[in-house]
């Protein structure tokens, strides 16, 4: 195949383009890391706040990640103030809330944002223009649903609990590929 300089360059960006797995995050505990640990794993990762109606959802969350994890999945909680102002605590005060309300053991990391100009760059690859999910969350606990790849492949909003039959049939399809 012969490069043209504009097909090279092309090429070259697409190459360069970060996956999901590459972006920074800090857990709620204040350490840095990525993604990476969870490659070849199906990921669901839940934007989260803990002053909202659908809170309720992280004991759905932690059934699931107990039943699933197994398996291969992995759910990823990330803390969004962006909607209605209903995660406004620290990262301390989250961690303390989730562990002792609901015992989540699934991993956790600090608040970011979802939408705008500030979206984090994970958000931006899980929904951004070219994505197959494509568009800005609506709401907490909207779940987006990531193949082994890191590619995602279902995007589930606020209303559809994580324990509904269709959540689990898409985790375990994909658990199947």
């Known amino acids: 195949m012969k490069y043209t300089p504009l097909l090279f360059i ?19 505990e204040g350490q840095e890391t990525t993604l990476a640990e969870h490659k070849g794993n199906v990921i669901l990762i839940v934007n989260v706040a803990s002053k909202c109606g659908f809170t309720k959802q ?19 909680g990330f ?30 990391y600090s608040k970011i944002e979802v939408n705008g100009k500030d979206r984090h760059p ?21 779940k987006i649903l990531v193949g082994k790849d890191g590619k995602p492949i279902q995007r589930f909003g606020s209303l559809t609990s994580p324990t509904s039959k269709k959540v689990i049939t898409e985790i375990e399809e994909a658990l199947k590929q």
């Open 122 to 142: 994970i958000f931006e690859e899980l929904i951004g223009k070219d994505s197959p999910v494509a568009g800005n969350i609506k709401w907490n606990f909207t």
């Open 10 to 28: 092309m090429t070259l960006a697409s190459s360069l383009s970060a996956s999901i797995f590459e972006h920074k995050i800090t857990t709620l």
């Open 58 to 76: 992280y004991k759905g969350l932690e059934e699931l990640y107990q039943k699933h994890k197994d398996q291969g999945l992995v759910i990823c």
């Open 79 to 108: 803390p969004c103030n962006q909607f209605g102002g209903q995660e406004p605590g620290s990262a301390e005060e989250i961690r303390q809330f989730c562990s002792t309300k609901y015992n989540l053991t699934f991993p956790m």
